[in-house]
Each structure stands twice: as structure tokens, then as C-alpha cells.
């Protein structure tokens, strides 16, 4: 059989995991990750691999560490409406 193309995330990565919900649905964890990332992570407990992933959204690397591919999706598209709201068509 061939390998299934969904994975489950590593409960390890439950940390990452929640940390991308937030960015993707709460406006203050957003706010307070585009106003101190590094500090933001930290408070979150995410360790340093995950920090540095995230640093340069590296898409490949944060899931090869557990992420969930639509949470680094969305993520990463709610972080950039919020650093330049007017390249995006809100719906």
C-alpha cells in the first residue's frame, strides 16, 4: 500500500500546533507575535527548532517538526494580512 498522504501530528508537536491556531484565530496572540516574535515563541514553549522555523516561515521545516500543514498555511497568510492589510481581500 502506498504511504498515506495525511499524517497525524506527533503530540510533541502540540505546542507548535496550538501556537499556529493562535496566529491563524486570535488577533492579540498576532499582534504580540508581529510585535516581539522571538518573545512571543518563548512564551508559547516552542524550542528552539520550532523558534527558527518560524523565524523565516520555513513551510517545509515546520512541518517535517509536526506542524499541521493547513495551521502553517493560514498562519503564515493571517500574518502577512495583518504586516500589509491592503494586499489582501478580506472575506
Same mark, same amino acid.
Given at each position: 500500500?502506498?504511504?498515506?498522504?495525511?499524517?497525524?501530528?506527533?503530540?510533541?508537536?502540540?505546542?507548535?500546533?496550538?501556537?499556529?491556531?493562535?496566529?491563524?484565530?486570535?488577533?492579540?496572540? #498576532?499582534? $504580540?507575535? *508581529? !510585535?516581539?516574535?522571538?518573545?512571543?515563541?518563548?512564551?508559547?514553549?516552542?524550542? &528552539?527548532?520550532?523558534?527558527? =522555523?518560524?523565524?523565516?516561515?520555513? #513551510?517545509? $521545516?515546520? *512541518? !517535517?517538526?509536526?506542524?499541521?500543514?493547513?495551521?502553517?498555511?493560514?498562519?503564515? &497568510?493571517?500574518?502577512?494580512? =495583518?504586516?500589509?492589510?491592503?494586499?489582501?481581500?478580506?472575506?
Amino acid at each position: 500500500m502506498d504511504e498515506a498522504h495525511y499524517f497525524f501530528p506527533p503530540a510533541a508537536a502540540y505546542p507548535l500546533n496550538r501556537f499556529l491556531f493562535a496566529l491563524k484565530s486570535d488577533t492579540t496572540a #498576532r499582534e $504580540r507575535y *508581529v !510585535a516581539d516574535p522571538e518573545g512571543a515563541m518563548r512564551e508559547a514553549g516552542l524550542d &528552539v527548532e520550532a523558534r527558527a =522555523a518560524l523565524a523565516v516561515a520555513d #513551510r517545509d $521545516r515546520l *512541518v !517535517a517538526l509536526g506542524a499541521h500543514p493547513y495551521l502553517v498555511f493560514m498562519a503564515q &497568510v493571517r500574518l502577512s494580512m =495583518a504586516r500589509d492589510p491592503g494586499t489582501f481581500e478580506y472575506f
